[in-house]
């Protein structure tokens, strides 16, 4: 980890040091992005954006929205288009389906094993930076206790060496209200879905809260049956997102309201 005035002073020092601002989808990564090329205009950013291909439609629109205000484009990377996914699968399957299918043999991600977020986000991106040494700056906010990259849970980015994180917010003391006034006062405003779910991610995410599932079937009831068909019953034993409940459960049972987020669940490179 070096901090944001090292990273700023390397332009300079290292000039073939690249500068990746990890894009997620959420507000926090959006409000990075718009407070570093407003403070740091001397910045040689790249925008990167992991597409799982299971996102949510509002977030394509937010990135559209955000690379306008940008200026620049938000590289859009994939497991298609850096570890060739689509030749082992050889149909039209998305990545996730193709991991899920020829390597975990169905056996649907979880926060214990997080193999998404590896397969999907992580890895592509390691790739895409092949070995360039390179700073990558994440949207911890000065008032989370979120660790990112050094957490000891799964991994929730890169543990290349060469890849060396950055925490803007956290070095110069940016909150939530300051995200909140990043995104307003630049025009962008907040992503759509957060009217009705809590975090970015995709529209499967196992992070879900009860709510947020009763929340997908409202919004995008096509979402909510393409994720059930995920679910399996194999040998007795139930494949759900949700331990312990199917998704026919969840539709089923009474309407919940979304708890407030617990920001130090989740990870760094989807949810911010
Ligand atoms: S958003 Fe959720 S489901 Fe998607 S890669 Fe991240 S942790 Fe996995």
């Known amino acids: 980890m070096v901090t944001l005035q090292e990273a700023v002073d390397s332009i300079e020092s290292d000039p073939d040091r690249r500068h ?8 926090d990564s959006a409000a990075l992005a718009i407070y570093l090329k407003q403070q740091y205009p001397e ?3 790249e925008y990167v954006f992991c597409d799982t ?7 394509y629109d937010f990135l559209d929205n955000l690379q306008t205000l940008l200026g620049k484009p938000i590289q859009r990377i994939n497991a298609f288009n850096t570890l060739n996914v689509r030749e ?3 149909d039209d399957r998305n990545p996730f389906e193709i991991f899920l299918d020829e390597l975990y043999t169905g056996f649907l991600p979880s926060p214990r094993n997080r ?10 991106l390691e790739k895409y930076l092949e070995e360039s040494t390179a700073y990558s700056y994440i949207g911890i906010r000065g008032d989370e206790s979120r660790d990112g990259y050094q957490s000891k849970k799964p991994p929730s980015f890169s543990q290349k060496p060469s890849i060396i994180p950055v925490y803007p917010f956290k070095d110069d003391d940016l909150g939530y209200e300051d995200v909140q006034d990043l995104l307003e006062d630049s025009g962008l405003g907040m992503p759509k879905y957060y009217q009705w779910r809590s975090r970015s991610g995709c529209y499967f995410c196992f992070y879900q809260q009860i709510g947020e599932w ?11 049956d393409k994720a059930k068909a995920y679910e399996k019953e194999v040998g007795g ?10 998704l026919d459960e969840i539709a089923n049972s009474p309407r919940r309201a979304i708890q407030d987020l617990d920001e130090t669940a989740g990870c760094a490179i989807c949810h911010l």
């Open 43 to 45: 910045l040689p950013a």
């Open 88 to 90: 082992v699968g050889g």
């Open 115 to 124: 193999w998404c977020t590896r397969e999907l986000k992580i890895r592509p």
């Open 237 to 246: 034993k139930k494949f759900t997102w949700v331990d312990g409940k199917t």
């Open 20 to 27: 990746i601002v990890n894009i997620s989808g959420g507000k």
């Open 53 to 59: 291909k299971c996102e949510l439609p509002e977030t």
């Open 214 to 224: 009763q929340g997908l079937k409202e919004n995008h009831p096509e979402f909510f």
